[in-house]
């Protein structure tokens, strides 16, 4: 059985997409429906702005689906019994398998990278990447802490990422250091995603996903927040506004999905990233990218 998985926020890169963009008439049209969607040239960002503008919460989140979507379309992804995406990288996974259009997918995007954007406004905060260290220390360890520091991210057995109020993810990282982890690492950004500090993002893309069509899914999607097949459109959108504050189970999700049968996971969108995460997970399993 095969599995389209779809990258989150940090596979963006100068220069992505244009050779999707170049390659066919069809992906072109696509791809420049989203300037219109959007209302500013995020092709022009994309293809040959600088870092520092493609690490813009509203540009990078958008930039990253876009390129996904065309992915999907370039690579003729049929064949796949399964999807899943990381953090943002659901929504991708919401339009392989028709839950969700294009257009309402992109827009979906856009309002959910400028709700995250004035949350982190709102609270000074921050992540950090925890290495060597097992899951339940690292949960203990954020319980133990003053002020808000939750895991954020369960990438693959002993990379879980935290996430909080920045004198509670600093303190906490000192405390993980001492119980034995590798490294304990301060991320570049300037928020804490996947937290309870997101509370006002997520009403926000409440409010926008309650207004937008989802389909039945085609194949089932294997959501960051249950880790399990889902395929009723009304519980894709819980599960979709329950993410802004809880944990992405990349781990759970991969591993609930090789139970299933997943033998072949194909990375479609910018970047590597979940191929060498998903090949940590479970070493036998294929991994190759869409093109």
Same mark, same amino acid.
């Given at each position: ?8 926020? =940090? ?77 943002? =990288? ?41 290495? =060597? ?30 996430? =909080? ?127």
């Amino acid at each position: 059985m095969k599995a389209l998985v779809f990258p989150g926020q =940090g596979s963006q890169y100068v220069g992505m997409g244009k050779e999707l963009y170049d390659a066919r008439r069809d992906i072109k049209d696509l791809m420049d429906s989203a300037n219109e969607i959007l209302g500013f040239d995020i092709l022009n960002i994309m293809f040959a702005g600088t870092d520092e503008d493609l690490k813009k919460t509203k540009v990078t989140q958008p930039a990253i689906f876009i390129h996904s979507v065309a992915g999907v379309k370039a690579a003729d992804a049929l064949g796949a019994q399964m999807v899943a995406g990381h953090s943002l =990288g659901e929504f991708s996974a919401l339009v392989a398998n028709g839950v969700l259009s294009f257009e309402d997918g992109l827009k979906l995007v856009a309002a959910r990278a400028e709700a995250m954007q004035e949350a982190c406004d709102i609270n000074p905060s921050s992540m950090a990447a925890i290495l =060597g260290l097992e899951d339940k220390v690292v949960e203990d360890i954020c319980q133990s802490i003053d002020g808000i520091v939750v895991p954020a991210n369960y990438n693959c057995p002993g990379q879980l990422v935290i996430s =909080g109020e920045t004198a509670a993810v600093e303190a906490a990282c000192v405390a993980l250091k001492e119980a034995g982890a590798k490294r304990a690492l301060l991320l570049p950004v300037n928020g804490a995603f996947h937290s309870p500090l997101m509370q006002p993002a997520q009403e926000k893309l409440a409010a926008a996903i309650e207004n937008t069509k989802f389909r039945k899914a085609t194949i089932p999607v294997y959501q960051n927040i249950t880790t399990t097949a889902v395929s009723d459109p009304l519980e894709i959108q819980k599960n979709l506004i329950a993410q802004l504050t809880g944990p992405v189970k990349w781990t759970q999700s991969v591993q609930n999905m090789i139970k299933d049968g997943a033998e072949m996971f194909i990375e479609v969108g910018p970047g590597k990233t979940l191929q060498g995460l998903i090949k940590k997970i479970n070493p036998e399993v294929f991994v190759s990218s869409a093109l």
